[in-house]
């Protein structure tokens, strides 16, 4: 079952073409995966997903929902983790995720209740009160899937999720994604790190030179 349809999608800016002529299916419950060299798209690709950007021409609907129809459902349903930190560096791990949380429009009641089970399932737990300028890469990359799980989104979506971190973090931040998904999180992600896709994706779409030339499973 198809969850975000793209039929037909150009994304114009002026006079270039950023993408053209996508048509990309992403099931329910996948982890789905973009990839392609840099500057072929990808971000433009999720903006258009989560509503950022509005397509030049084409369709996007939402559980066969018109995306702009949808949107205050979506914004619900979805969190967005960047390629760049979004957290506060001067605030702590917990402050940063309760304002996440307040940005969702949760109630304090809602925060302390998927506080504590956020913090155990991105392991920070135990760091709850440093500020996030003293973790490590690996713990604020976590920290930033923390501040977009607050409000428990059926969908997530990570730009570039290991770009940056050692092979080490890499396999850490990887084995948190899948565990996420087993939680029944549908993930679509963005990257250009072959082998990450591979240990990672059920399906992936190949995006070069403005298009999606081929949409598979990983075997395939």
Do not use: W
């Amino acid at each position: 079952m198809s969850l975000i349809q793209l039929t037909g999608v150009t994304k114009r800016f002026g006079d270039t073409i950023v993408l053209d002529h996508i048509n990309l299916d992403i099931p329910e419950d996948d982890i789905f995966g973009i990839i392609g060299i840099n500057g072929s798209g990808k971000t433009t690709l999720l903006r258009l997903l989560v509503g950022f950007y509005t397509p030049t021409t084409g369709t996007i609907t939402y559980n066969n929902t018109p995306l702009h129809e949808a949107l205050p459902r979506l914004k619900k349903d979805i969190g967005f983790t960047t390629q760049e930190n979004s957290f506060y560096p001067k605030l702590t791990v917990e402050e940063n995720i309760r304002y996440f949380g307040n940005l969702y429009g949760l109630t304090t009641t809602k925060i302390d209740n998927n506080l504590h089970n956020i913090l155990i399932l991105v392991e920070l737990e135990p760091y709850r009160h440093v500020l996030a300028e003293h973790l490590s890469g690996g713990m604020q990359r976590r920290l930033d899937f923390a501040c977009s799980l607050i409000h428990d989104p059926k969908i997530l979506i990570l730009d570039e999720p290991t770009e940056e971190l050692d092979p080490l973090l890499r396999r850490e931040i990887i084995r948190l994604i899948k565990k996420i998904n087993d939680l029944g999180t549908t993930i679509i992600l963005t990257s250009h790190l072959l082998d990450d896709i591979e240990h990672l994706c059920d399906h992936v779409a190949i995006l070069h030179d403005h298009r999606i030339i081929k949409v598979a499973s990983v075997n395939d």
